[in-house]
């Protein structure tokens, strides 16, 4: 037996490294926990689908795009400077073929959806691309990242019903708080780098201490407004015992920011957990009659 690895799955796995799917776990259970909202249960799989590829491909997109427009700056700090374009085992071509590939994805997935998903691709990419350049310019990258995940909600809503509901505004509003808590939590721990490189962020504006009590506002207004949510769609018990459990978590990355800010990974992987129990909540609080609703505005 050939102990080689296979070249085509070599091939699928490096471009799996390079746009690092393993971090889709951060935001992909909040696109499905708004499906299930927007659905009012499981959708019909054709939906699902495309809204999953979708997501994945506006990600996907946006994360390449990002390798290409920061490859100098990835080249010189040392958490990213294994990256394959600031090594050379990409190339910047590769990078833009990947931002193209997956920009075509999203077109196609869009106007299989309904008429207004296709109608705002330009728009979810000119956010999903053009967040990589506001550092250069601003401190305000953390909520430009926030404000593209602030996406998710609204975008899965059109795609499902072809509307936006106003109710769901007030999830368009926690993601941005809580888009901008997670990436002033990635860039507490690249302060040092970002301030050798002339660069601009929060924590370097606001300095380490208040950044962290920013990124604790943040998550406690963010699960405040998910909570608005949930009450003005219907959702009952489950949702709101899986927020006061999101809410014990952040309260532990809060409190280990404010010890260690420049150790970030730990409260980085737990950002994983905390996207996996509001799904958990939204999918009880449905499929669980005996204590959830499904009721839906």
Sequence with gaps: MNGGADPASAGVRGIGRFLEIQNLGLNLPFALAFLLTAEGGVPPWRTAVLVVVAFVAARNAGHAFN????????????????RALA??????????????????????????????ALLLVPVA???????????????LTTVALGAVEAITPAAVYIAVRGALPPSVLLAVV??????????????LGDAASDRALGLRSIPLTLGPARSVRLVAGLHAAAL???????????LRLPYFVALAGMGLLAASIDAR????????R????????????????????LFLPAVGSRGLA
């Design 87 to 116: 090594t050379g085992a990409r190339s910047p071509g590769f990078a833009l073929a990947m931002t193209a590939a997956n920009g075509a994805i999203l077109v196609v997935a869009a106007y299989l959806l309904n008429p207004l």
């Design 224 to 234: 405040l407004l998910l909570a608005a949510f949930g009450a003005a769609i219907g």
């Design 266 to 285: 730990v409260p980085f992987d737990r950002h994983v957990a905390l996207g996996l129990l509001y799904f958990v909540g939204v999918a009880v609080a």
């Design 125 to 139: 990419l000119g956010a999903v691309l053009g967040y990589s350049y506001t550092k250069r310019v601003s401190a």
């Design 257 to 264: 920011l404010a010890a260690r800010p420049d150790d970030v």
């Design 174 to 187: 926690a993601l941005l708080a809580w888009g901008t808590a997670f990436e002033t939590v990635h860039s």
């Design 67 to 82: 390798r290409y427009a920061d490859r100098r700056f990835d080249a010189a700090n040392p958490r990213t400077r294994g």
